[in-house]
């Protein structure tokens, strides 16, 4: 079955760097774009970046476009995201999810604080 582990969340300081992980099982993951989303307690999910098959293409909100970057390593089964200069509006829950699928990850709680 497919499953989507994240992990690399915490509590960081604003002006910080995280990077988020998500393993992939399941599928061939090399043959699907994928997506990092984010939600906030009380609040839509929010697609955050995105991916295409061979890592050629991004997208990324305009909220996180020059902080945040968005990798995928498909002899690894992984999909990346590096987050620089976190802010505390960037505090959400992280998901990975495979696009234009009903797969999605657990979560990976991000918190930004001092």
């Known amino acids: 079955q497919v499953q989507l582990v994240e992990s690399g969340g915490g509590l960081v300081q604003p002006g910080g760097s995280l990077r988020l992980s998500c393993a992939a099982s399941?599928?061939?993951?090399?043959?699907?774009?994928m997506n990092w989303y984010r939600q906030i307690p009380g609040k839509e999910r929010e697609l955050v970046a995105a991916?295409?098959?061979?890592?050629?293409?991004?997208n990324y909100a305009d909220s996180v476009k020059g902080r945040f970057a968005i990798s995928r390593d498909n002899t690894k089964n992984t999909l990346y995201l590096q987050m620089n200069s976190l802010k505390p509006e960037d505090t959400a829950v992280y998901y990975c999810?495979?696009?234009?699928?009903?797969?999605w990850g657990q979560g990976t709680q991000v918190t930004v604080s001092s």
């Open positions: 399941g599928f061939t993951f090399s043959t699907y774009t």
């Open positions: 999810h495979v696009d234009r699928t009903p797969y």
């Open positions: 991916i295409t098959r061979t890592g050629r293409s991004t």
